[in-house]
Protein backbone atom coordinates (compact mmCIF):
# COMPACT_ATOMS: atom_id res chain seq x y z
CA UNK A 1 0.00 0.00 0.00
CA UNK A 2 0.68 3.89 0.46
CA UNK A 3 3.52 3.31 2.89
CA UNK A 4 5.83 0.88 1.65
CA UNK A 5 7.24 3.74 -0.62
CA UNK A 6 6.85 6.38 2.39
CA UNK A 7 9.61 3.93 4.28
CA UNK A 8 12.42 5.23 2.53
CA UNK A 9 11.74 8.25 4.45
CA UNK A 10 10.24 7.03 7.68
CA UNK A 11 9.76 10.54 9.67
CA UNK A 12 7.75 11.77 6.24
CA UNK A 13 5.73 7.96 6.90
CA UNK A 14 5.53 8.38 10.70
CA UNK A 15 3.88 11.96 10.18
CA UNK A 16 1.72 10.83 7.01
CA UNK A 17 0.43 7.85 8.78
CA UNK A 18 -0.99 10.55 11.80
CA UNK A 19 -2.72 12.88 9.72
CA UNK A 20 -4.23 9.54 8.00
CA UNK A 21 -5.28 8.51 11.41
CA UNK A 22 -7.02 11.39 12.13
CA UNK A 23 -8.82 11.80 8.77
CA UNK A 24 -9.80 8.25 9.12
CA UNK A 25 -11.31 8.42 12.41
CA UNK A 26 -11.91 11.82 13.63
CA UNK A 27 -12.75 13.98 10.76
CA UNK A 28 -15.89 15.95 11.07
CA UNK A 29 -16.54 14.71 7.91
CA UNK A 30 -19.15 11.68 8.02
CA UNK A 31 -17.85 8.58 6.88
CA UNK A 32 -20.06 8.41 3.42
CA UNK A 33 -18.74 11.90 2.55
CA UNK A 34 -15.23 11.16 3.52
CA UNK A 35 -14.99 7.96 1.45
CA UNK A 36 -16.82 10.39 -1.64
CA UNK A 37 -13.68 12.46 -1.24
CA UNK A 38 -11.33 9.66 -1.15
CA UNK A 39 -13.24 7.83 -4.45
CA UNK A 40 -12.75 11.47 -6.03
CA UNK A 41 -9.22 11.67 -5.34
CA UNK A 42 -8.64 8.07 -6.60
CA UNK A 43 -10.20 8.67 -9.85
CA UNK A 44 -8.43 12.39 -10.26
CA UNK A 45 -5.10 10.54 -10.08
CA UNK A 46 -6.33 6.88 -11.15
CA UNK A 47 -5.10 5.31 -7.99
CA UNK A 48 -6.39 1.70 -7.95
CA UNK A 49 -5.03 0.57 -5.05
CA UNK A 50 -7.12 3.43 -3.17
CA UNK A 51 -9.98 2.46 -5.21
CA UNK A 52 -9.68 -1.13 -4.78
CA UNK A 53 -9.55 -0.48 -0.61
CA UNK A 54 -12.17 2.26 -0.08
CA UNK A 55 -15.20 1.38 -2.55
CA UNK A 56 -15.76 -1.00 -0.19
CA UNK A 57 -15.90 1.54 2.54
CA UNK A 58 -17.95 3.84 0.66
CA UNK A 59 -20.63 1.49 0.51
CA UNK A 60 -19.92 0.19 4.20
CA UNK A 61 -21.05 3.70 5.14
CA UNK A 62 -23.53 3.83 2.79
CA UNK A 63 -22.15 5.87 -0.51
CA UNK A 64 -24.60 4.80 -3.41
CA UNK A 65 -23.37 1.96 -5.91
CA UNK A 66 -24.97 4.84 -8.12
CA UNK A 67 -22.81 7.30 -7.52
CA UNK A 68 -19.26 5.50 -6.95
CA UNK A 69 -19.96 4.32 -10.57
CA UNK A 70 -20.68 7.80 -11.81
CA UNK A 71 -17.11 8.27 -10.15
CA UNK A 72 -15.52 5.20 -11.44
CA UNK A 73 -17.00 6.52 -15.30
CA UNK A 74 -15.83 10.44 -14.33
CA UNK A 75 -19.12 11.65 -14.53
CA UNK A 76 -21.21 13.65 -12.13
CA UNK A 77 -23.42 11.50 -10.39
CA UNK A 78 -27.46 12.39 -10.34
CA UNK A 79 -29.09 12.39 -8.48
CA UNK A 80 -27.18 13.21 -5.40
CA UNK A 81 -28.57 14.29 -1.95
CA UNK A 82 -27.81 17.59 -0.86
CA UNK A 83 -24.42 17.25 1.11
CA UNK A 84 -22.64 14.81 -1.51
CA UNK A 85 -23.72 17.70 -4.33
CA UNK A 86 -21.97 20.34 -2.41
CA UNK A 87 -19.30 18.27 -1.48
CA UNK A 88 -19.08 17.20 -5.83
CA UNK A 89 -19.07 20.78 -6.72
CA UNK A 90 -16.55 22.33 -4.02
CA UNK A 91 -13.72 19.43 -4.90
CA UNK A 92 -13.93 19.66 -8.74
CA UNK A 93 -14.22 23.37 -8.50
CA UNK A 94 -11.12 22.57 -6.36
CA UNK A 95 -9.34 20.23 -9.08
CA UNK A 96 -10.58 21.94 -12.07
CA UNK A 97 -9.45 25.71 -10.91
CA UNK A 98 -6.87 25.01 -7.93
CA UNK A 99 -9.00 27.34 -5.93
CA UNK A 100 -12.74 27.98 -5.25
CA UNK A 101 -15.40 30.98 -5.60
CA UNK A 102 -16.16 32.79 -3.13
CA UNK A 103 -20.01 31.26 -3.72
CA UNK A 104 -18.79 27.50 -3.35
CA UNK A 105 -16.81 28.13 -0.32
CA UNK A 106 -19.94 29.89 1.32
CA UNK A 107 -22.21 26.79 0.70
CA UNK A 108 -19.42 24.46 1.35
CA UNK A 109 -18.87 26.36 4.78
CA UNK A 110 -23.13 26.45 5.68
CA UNK A 111 -23.16 22.57 4.80
CA UNK A 112 -19.55 21.54 6.53
CA UNK A 113 -18.75 24.23 8.95
CA UNK A 114 -15.22 25.44 9.02
CA UNK A 115 -14.09 22.34 10.34
CA UNK A 116 -15.54 20.10 8.34
CA UNK A 117 -14.40 22.13 5.29
CA UNK A 118 -10.56 22.28 6.13
CA UNK A 119 -10.93 18.29 6.92
CA UNK A 120 -12.29 18.08 3.30
CA UNK A 121 -9.65 19.90 1.66
CA UNK A 122 -7.13 17.95 4.01
CA UNK A 123 -8.57 14.39 3.49
CA UNK A 124 -8.46 15.24 -0.82
CA UNK A 125 -4.77 16.02 -0.35
CA UNK A 126 -3.61 13.74 1.93
CA UNK A 127 -5.24 10.98 -0.95
CA UNK A 128 -3.70 12.80 -3.70
CA UNK A 129 -0.23 12.67 -1.63
CA UNK A 130 -0.80 8.79 -0.93
CA UNK A 131 -1.52 8.66 -4.85
CA UNK A 132 1.36 10.07 -5.76
CA UNK A 133 3.61 8.51 -4.01
CA UNK A 134 1.92 4.84 -4.54
CA UNK A 135 1.80 6.23 -9.27
CA UNK A 136 5.38 7.17 -8.70
CA UNK A 137 6.22 3.55 -6.84
CA UNK A 138 3.89 2.32 -9.41
CA UNK A 139 2.13 0.24 -6.63
CA UNK A 140 -0.23 -2.30 -8.14
CA UNK A 141 -3.88 -2.84 -6.50
CA UNK A 142 -4.30 -5.94 -4.81
CA UNK A 143 -6.02 -8.88 -6.99
CA UNK A 144 -9.38 -8.89 -7.79
CA UNK A 145 -12.46 -6.31 -6.69
CA UNK A 146 -13.13 -3.29 -7.68
CA UNK A 147 -10.92 -1.23 -10.44
CA UNK A 148 -11.14 1.89 -12.46
Known amino acids: GPFVPALRS???MARLQQ?????RYDSALKPRLREM??????????QQYEWHV???????????????RAIAEGRR?????RDETVLWDFFMELQRTRGVSDATYRRARRQFGERGLVDLVGTAGYYAALAMLMNV??????RGGPRL
Do not use: D, K, Q
Open 10 to 12: PEF
Open 19 to 23: LGTYL
Open 37 to 46: VILLTAREWT
Open 54 to 68: HVPLAFEHGLSPRIV
Open 77 to 81: PRPMA
Open 137 to 142: ARTPPP
